[in-house]
């Protein structure tokens, strides 16, 4: 399927769909990996820094996870000079509360922590990817997610990105010229089945996954994409 765009989530970088066996375009999103990092992060930035590398523009399949199902729905919208046949949001927080919007500002605001050893960058990356458990620690998505620097290792993550703000999901839906669908695991304690019925009427909810169902049974996922 060479017109098929995945996107990771926040946290994570381009590498976490290697085990995919289907060919596909994963790159970094802004701020994480090896993408270069946005002054100021919005939805609409960083799904036009994707489009704008897109090797393919017309007819294309985007399944996202997370902040990375945001995006998909963005380059759905018609705007970036790119077809969406097909939209997948796998994994979107759709509920957004103040606490939750002040945590994540927060976080934002932090600068680069620093680490004595890339087995503790390691384990901070696997943690707010929500990797942790999921994926060796030796693995590429990892080695892509944390930098060395005289002596020192930090998170490739730009902190920044924590600060995208909630997604108007009525409206990204809406504005859709692609097939939407809303996917999320069953054990995703991210959203829920009614939060998504409320919004749209393609939900699938995938059994036994859990947020990071992408990487727990890429079979299942990829279900999705027909």
Same mark, same amino acid.
């Given at each position: 399927?060479? #017109?098929?765009?995945?996107?990771?989530?926040?946290?994570?970088?381009?590498?976490?769909?290697?085990?995919?066996?289907? @060919?596909?375009?994963? &790159?970094?999103? /802004?701020?994480?990996?090896? %993408?270069? &990092?946005?002054?100021?992060?919005?939805?609409?930035?960083?799904?036009?820094?994707?489009?704008?590398?897109? @090797?393919?523009?017309?007819?294309?399949?985007?399944?996202?996870?997370?902040?990375?199902?945001?995006? !998909? $729905?963005?380059?759905?919208?018609?705007?970036?000079?790119?077809?969406?046949?097909?939209?997948?949001?796998?994994?979107?927080?759709? *509920?957004?509360?103040?606490?939750?919007?002040?945590?994540? #500002?927060?976080?934002?605001?932090? &600068?680069?922590?620093?680490?004595? =050893?890339?087995?503790? %960058?390691? !384990?901070?990356?696997?943690?707010? *990817? +929500?990797? /942790?458990?999921?994926?060796? &620690? %030796?693995?590429?998505?990892?080695?892509?997610?944390?930098?060395? /620097?005289?002596?020192?290792?930090?998170? !490739?993550?730009?902190?920044? =990105?924590?600060?995208?703000?909630? @997604?108007?999901?009525?409206?990204?839906?809406?504005? *859709? /010229?692609?097939?939407?669908?809303?996917?999320? +695991?069953?054990?995703?304690?991210? #959203?829920?089945?009614?939060?998504?019925?409320? $919004?749209?009427?393609?939900?699938?909810? $995938?059994?036994?996954?859990?947020? #990071? %169902?992408?990487?727990?049974? @890429?079979?299942?996922? !990829?279900?999705?994409?027909?």
């Amino acid at each position: 399927m060479a #017109n098929l765009v995945l996107l990771h989530g926040l946290g994570a970088n381009g590498r976490v769909w290697d085990t995919w066996p289907h @060919p596909k375009y994963a &790159p970094d999103l /802004q701020g994480h990996g090896s %993408a270069a &990092p946005l002054s100021t992060y919005t939805f609409a930035a960083m799904a036009e820094a994707v489009a704008a590398d897109l @090797p393919v523009r017309r007819d294309l399949v985007v399944l996202g996870h997370s902040l990375g199902g945001v995006i !998909a $729905l963005e380059l759905a919208s018609g705007r970036y000079d790119v077809t969406v046949s097909r939209a997948v949001a796998l994994g979107v927080k759709v *509920s957004w509360t103040a606490d939750d919007l002040g945590r994540a #500002n927060a976080l934002a605001q932090k &600068p680069v922590a620093w680490f004595g =050893t890339r087995d503790e %960058a390691a !384990a901070r990356f696997l943690k707010v *990817s +929500g990797l /942790q458990g999921l994926v060796d &620690p %030796a693995a590429a998505v990892v080695d892509h997610g944390v930098l060395e /620097q005289d002596g020192r290792w930090r998170l !490739a993550m730009d902190p920044g =990105t924590f600060g995208v703000g909630a @997604p108007d999901m009525p409206a990204l839906i809406a504005a *859709s /010229q692609a097939d939407v669908v809303l996917a999320r +695991g069953e054990r995703d304690p991210m #959203n829920a089945d009614a939060e998504l019925h409320a $919004l749209h009427h393609q939900v699938v909810a $995938l059994p036994g996954l859990g947020h #990071n %169902a992408q990487v727990e049974d @890429p079979a299942a996922v !990829a279900e999705l994409l027909r």
